[in-house]
């Protein structure tokens, strides 16, 4: 930083000068793992020279194996959207534990205003309400869905923001208040048979539409509007922010309120694709999504990482999971992998930070 | 004669509770006017700001800006009625760039019936930021460098710049080069000089004995909690200026009080 330290030099907007984005590291990270997939698959004898990225049989359409591809997207989509909201929470130097859970509770409820009066002609056995609730446009569902996660996302915030209360053991309290709803709602029962409707929400590649979607709009948010500006400085310097005039606690409420609704929306469309919602669902999505998070760059004390950064993380950890299968070792060492990699970013994170200050 | 007053207080004091940190101050500073306020730790100086900037809450007293009575709710108040203070401890977000800093809580918005997803008119707030720092002498290379990058030198030009870019009506300093070197120390009273040369007002709180003489038009010195002189620049020394902190000296017109 020698080119800063002295007070001299003439003002510049110079856009070369700023400093190369993290976001880069992380795509570089990525390569190199799917380079080291593909060199294992192509060397490796029991693979019979398989291959990870491109498509070995001889046709025409694409040099890309798609399928493995569509895989790896779809299987981290629906966390990728509760880590988007995520992201947001730990900028301002937060943490959200309740989001899988939530995601169990929200499939429940939102479930119970999509299902079908009729299956296959028999009145629907899985019914929880009467007549009134059944064959609802599928709005109501998404409705009710996303609104209960913003009333759980309003009381995380209160919980953070006015009593003061460490936002570990507020949302911890909350990751079990959810799961207790979730299995309180029907008994344990799974909720079944929605409408033709609600199933498309999560039908085919629908999960990874709505993830893009809804990363390229909150990129966008962080980046050009006030509220990012203000989630940032938050978790930057909360005292600084105060000073300044942002109303900390009014902004902190809106963050937890959007990140709960971003991961009830990730329960509406997990019970959408499965055409079913069980309480057990959504277990260790929370820290699925943290860890996208944190593998995408972001400080756990706040004020750094980006949209783009969690959307590259969840890439990271879509193609682990793959890769692993792909090289045909199973669960248990892909969760000490991922458990390595987790802790591995976050070395090397504050090693790139120390060297830098 | 008396519209020329920045700022006035009379009979200005605090309490905590049993302890006596500010009694009676009576304070005046008129328009382009440079005022050091000297004292002991412990003299009332950080209360005195304290309860102009309406940090604190006073315990009784009057307070005129403009000539109008004010009563500040908090600092952001304050800092709506254009009185800007550089704090000892800066307040500054680190991980953002500097002219994020200098607009954070008042950034320019284009769209603002989307609410709290208003869209920030960045080339405005930079092309306004290069102004300001123009304007004030400040020299950082990059603006778009986030603070955490920065010297400390530089973290309190942008403290400094901040209070230039809004026009403030008056500008409060509390050891603004306590912390940093020679070489940025001179930087930063460069600065003031040019505050000095635009007319704008300003209270600086400093130990710095030769930073005052060289900055300033009068001192005013604290003593456990009273104002105990008054001291034109031209009209004393350090010497004369360390007997009325140490207590070895004391106004004529000060003395029933303290």
Same mark, same amino acid.
């Given at each position: 930083?020698?080119?800063?330290?002295?007070?001299?030099?003439?003002?510049?907007?110079?856009?070369?000068?700023? @400093?190369?984005?993290?976001?880069?590291?992380?795509? =570089?990270?990525?390569?190199?793992?799917?380079?080291?997939?593909?060199?294992?698959?192509?060397?490796?004898?029991?693979?019979?020279?398989?291959?990870?990225?491109?498509?070995?049989?001889?046709?025409?359409?694409?040099?890309?194996?798609?399928?493995?591809?569509?895989?790896?997207?779809?299987?981290?989509?629906?966390?990728?959207?509760?880590?988007?909201?995520?992201?947001?929470?730990?900028?301002?130097?937060?943490?959200?534990?309740?989001?899988?859970? =939530?995601?169990?509770?929200?499939?429940?409820?939102?479930?119970?205003?999509?299902?079908?009066?009729?299956?296959?002609?028999?009145?629907?056995?899985?019914?929880?309400?009467?007549?009134?609730?059944?064959?609802?446009?599928?709005?109501?569902?998404?409705?009710?869905?996303?609104?209960?996660?913003?009333?759980?996302?309003?009381?995380?915030?209160?919980?953070?923001?006015?009593?003061?209360?460490?936002?570990?053991?507020?949302?911890?309290?909350?990751?079990?208040?959810?799961?207790?709803?979730?299995?309180?709602?029907?008994?344990?029962?799974?909720?079944?048979?929605?409408?033709?409707?609600?199933?498309?929400?999560?039908?085919?590649?629908?999960?990874?539409?709505?993830?893009?979607?809804?990363?390229?709009?909150?990129?966008?948010?962080? @980046?050009?509007?006030?509220?990012?500006?203000?989630?940032?400085?938050?978790?930057?310097?909360?005292?600084?922010?105060?000073?300044?005039?942002?109303?900390?606690?009014?902004?902190?409420?809106?963050?937890?309120?959007?990140?709960?609704?971003?991961?009830?929306?990730? %329960?509406?469309?997990? @019970?959408?694709?499965?055409?079913?919602?069980?309480?057990?669902?959504?277990?260790?999505?929370?820290?699925?999504?943290?860890?996208?998070?944190?593998?995408?760059?972001?400080?756990?004390?706040? %004020?750094?990482?980006?949209?783009?950064?969690?959307?590259?993380?969840?890439?990271?950890?879509?193609?682990?999971?793959?890769?692993?299968?792909?090289?045909?070792?199973?669960?248990?060492?892909?969760?000490?992998?991922?458990?390595?990699?987790?802790?591995?970013?976050?070395?090397?994170?504050?090693?790139?930070?120390?060297?830098?200050? | 004669?008396?519209?020329?007053?920045?700022?006035?207080?009379?009979?200005?004091?605090?309490?905590?509770?049993?302890?006596?940190?500010?009694?009676?101050?009576?304070?005046?500073?008129? #328009?382009?006017?440079?005022?050091?306020?000297?004292?002991?730790?412990?003299?009332?100086?950080?209360? $005195?700001?304290? +309860?102009?900037?309406?940090?604190?809450?006073?315990?009784?007293?009057?307070?005129?800006?403009?000539?109008?009575?004010?009563?500040?709710?908090?600092?952001?108040?304050?800092?709506?009625?254009?009185?800007?203070?550089?704090? +000892?401890?800066?307040?500054?977000?680190?991980?953002?760039?500097?002219?994020?800093?200098?607009?954070?809580?008042?950034?320019?918005?284009?769209?603002?019936?989307?609410?709290?997803?208003?869209?920030?008119?960045?080339?405005?707030?930079?092309?306004?930021?290069?102004?300001?720092?123009?304007?004030?002498?400040?020299?950082?290379?990059?603006?778009?460098?986030?603070?955490?990058?920065?010297?400390?030198?530089?973290?309190?030009?942008?403290?400094?710049?901040?209070?230039?870019?809004?026009?403030?009506?008056?500008?409060?300093?509390?050891?603004?080069?306590?912390?940093?070197?020679? +070489?940025?120390?001179?930087?930063?009273?460069?600065?003031?000089?040019?505050?000095?040369?635009?007319?704008?007002?300003?209270?600086?709180?400093?130990?710095?004995?030769?930073?005052?003489?060289?900055?300033?038009?009068?001192?005013?010195? $604290?003593?456990?909690?009273?104002?105990?002189?008054?001291?034109?620049?031209?009209?004393?020394?350090?010497?004369?200026?360390?007997?009325?902190?140490?207590?070895? #000296?004391?106004?004529?017109?000060?003395?029933?009080?303290?």
């Amino acid at each position: 930083m020698a080119d800063t330290s002295q007070g001299t030099g003439g003002l510049t907007f110079d856009k070369s000068k700023r @400093s190369w984005p993290n976001e880069l590291n992380i795509l =570089l990270a990525l390569v190199i793992i799917i380079v080291i997939f593909e060199i294992i698959g192509q060397t490796a004898p029991y693979m019979r020279g398989q291959s990870f990225l491109f498509d070995t049989r001889d046709r025409f359409d694409s040099i890309f194996n798609e399928a493995r591809l569509q895989i790896i997207i779809l299987q981290v989509a629906i966390i990728g959207i509760i880590a988007l909201g995520v992201t947001q929470v730990i900028i301002t130097a937060g943490i959200d534990l309740s989001s899988g859970p =939530l995601v169990a509770a929200t499939a429940m409820i939102a479930m119970s205003f999509a299902q079908t009066e009729l299956v296959n002609g028999n009145p629907n056995p899985k019914a929880i309400f009467g007549l009134w609730a059944m064959d609802l446009p599928v709005i109501v569902p998404v409705v009710v869905g996303v609104a209960f996660g913003a009333v759980i996302g309003a009381v995380n915030g209160t919980f953070v923001a006015f009593l003061r209360i460490p936002p570990f053991i507020a949302t911890l309290g909350m990751f079990l208040i959810c799961r207790g709803i979730a299995l309180w709602w029907s008994n344990g029962q799974p909720v079944s048979f929605p409408t033709e409707s609600y199933k498309f929400i999560g039908s085919g590649m629908m999960p990874v539409v709505w993830f893009v979607i809804l990363a390229i709009i909150f990129q966008l948010i962080m @980046s050009f509007t006030v509220y990012g500006k203000h989630t940032y400085a938050i978790g930057s310097n909360e005292e600084a922010a105060r000073m300044s005039g942002i109303n900390v606690k009014r902004h902190k409420v809106l963050v937890y309120m959007i990140a709960s609704m971003l991961a009830a929306f990730a %329960g509406v469309v997990l @019970s959408s694709k499965g055409a079913t919602a069980q309480a057990g669902m959504g277990e260790f999505y929370e820290l699925f999504a943290i860890a996208m998070a944190v593998i995408g760059g972001i400080s756990l004390t706040g %004020g750094r990482g980006s949209i783009i950064g969690t959307v590259l993380g969840a890439m990271v950890i879509g193609v682990i999971r793959s890769g692993f299968t792909y090289v045909k070792l199973d669960g248990s060492y892909q969760l000490m992998a991922m458990g390595g990699i987790i802790i591995a970013a976050v070395v090397l994170d504050q090693y790139r930070q120390r060297n830098k200050a | 004669m008396s519209d020329d007053f920045v700022l006035k207080t009379e009979d200005l004091t605090k309490h905590y509770g049993g302890v006596h940190a500010l009694e009676g101050a009576n304070f005046e500073l008129r #328009k382009g006017e440079h005022v050091a306020i000297m004292g002991d730790n412990g003299a009332g100086k950080s209360t $005195f700001v304290r +309860q102009i900037t309406g940090v604190e809450q006073r315990t009784r007293g009057k307070v005129w800006l403009y000539n109008e009575d004010v009563h500040f709710a908090g600092p952001l108040e304050a800092r709506e009625h254009g009185v800007e203070t550089v704090f +000892q401890t800066l307040a500054l977000a680190d991980d953002l760039d500097v002219p994020d800093n200098l607009f954070l809580g008042r950034e320019r918005t284009f769209a603002d019936w989307l609410g709290p997803f208003r869209l920030l008119d960045y080339k405005s707030m930079r092309q306004s930021t290069i102004d300001a720092l123009n304007r004030t002498g400040v020299k950082i290379p990059n603006i778009r460098n986030t603070i955490r990058n920065m010297s400390g030198g530089q973290r309190q030009c942008v403290a400094i710049a901040r209070t230039a870019t809004f026009h403030s009506k008056l500008t409060i300093m509390d050891e603004p080069t306590a912390a940093l070197g020679v +070489q940025e120390t001179a930087q930063v009273e460069n600065i003031i000089r040019t505050l000095k040369e635009e007319g704008e007002p300003l209270i600086l709180i400093s130990h710095n004995m030769r930073q005052v003489m060289d900055l300033v038009d009068r001192i005013v010195v $604290f003593r456990r909690g009273r104002i105990c002189a008054n001291l034109k620049k031209e009209e004393t020394n350090g010497e004369d200026v360390v007997a009325y902190i140490t207590g070895a #000296k004391t106004q004529p017109e000060y003395e029933e009080v303290a």
